[in-house]
């Protein structure tokens, strides 16, 4: 019901691009807001990006990345991407999509990932100096 996929991780070198892409289900879809998060190892989580997906279509970013990665959408495919330019080596991590109703409305969705209640299985990004 709750369902998000992504996809588009690799490896690059550092400066490079990526794309990534998350797919949801109508249902996750509609929860209102949807987030980039990554995990790297021993790290916590870190919430990226986030971007309302029902009810506006504000977008949200972590200092540490804004200005390099950009979050959007594609409602006609209930799509969420983020593209990440300028890529360094601290940027490798798993990275995941979520999915949740923000708070209020019009929904505020930050990047609290305990605001979030459907997570896809990850996709790993390695970025080589």
């Known amino acids: 019901q709750g369902q998000v996929v992504e996809s588009g991780g690799g490896s690059v070198e550092a400066g490079g691009s990526l794309r990534l892409s998350c797919a949801a289900s109508?249902?996750?879809?509609?929860?209102?807001?949807m987030a980039w998060f990554r995990q790297a190892p021993g790290k916590e989580r870190e919430g990226l990006a986030s971007?309302?997906?029902?009810?506006?279509?504000?977008?949200y970013y972590n200092s540490s990345v804004k200005g390099r990665f950009t979050i959007s959408q594609d409602n006609a495919k209930n799509t969420v991407y983020l593209q990440m330019n300028s890529l360094k080596p601290e940027d490798t991590a798993m990275y995941y999509c979520?999915?949740?109703?923000?708070?209020?409305?019009?929904?505020?969705?930050?990047?609290?990932?305990?605001?979030?209640?459907?997570w896809g299985q990850g996709t790993q990004v390695t970025v080589s100096s």
């Open positions: 979520a999915a949740g109703p923000g708070l209020g409305w019009p929904p505020l969705c930050g990047i609290a990932h305990p605001n979030y209640h459907y």
């Open positions: 109508t249902f996750a879809y509609s929860r209102s807001c």
């Open positions: 971007i309302v997906t029902r009810g506006g279509d504000s977008t």
